[in-house]
């Protein structure tokens, strides 16, 4: 079982930035993929941006250029770096987890943008 616990969303105005923080409860290196997802009400969840433990990247065409997903493998932690954020930005991110055939997810956490 791995545990994902977010931090780092709150609010902010357009064109600010935040940094979104993702630890789990077990060595990084043993993750294959981490990444990030956001979920609107009534939408399905999406995928925002995905690293893989070879440090190779993967980013929604809405958000690249704007924010960058890294890792810190000492600190077992992924980190969603959002900047010139948008109020469409606005939505709850979720971090996920890949090990072999499972998926964990985090609790998740609110960004909200104001125009």
């Known amino acids: 079982q791995v545990q994902l616990v977010e931090s780092g969303g709150g609010l902010v105005q357009a064109g600010g930035s935040l940094r979104l923080s993702c630890t789990t409860s077990t060595d990084i290196l043993r993750l294959n993929t981490m990444g990030w997802y956001r979920q609107g009400p009534g939408k399905q969840r999406q995928l925002v941006a995905t690293?893989?433990?070879?440090?190779?990247?993967k980013y929604a065409y809405s958000v690249e250029g704007r924010f960058t997903i890294s890792r810190d493998n000492a600190k077992n932690t992924v980190f969603l770096q959002m900047n010139n954020l948008k109020p469409e930005d606005t939505v709850v991110y979720y971090c996920r987890a890949d090990v072999g055939l499972d998926t964990y997810w985090g609790q998740g956490t609110q960004v909200t943008v104001s125009s």
């Open positions: 690293i893989t433990s070879g440090g190779n990247t």
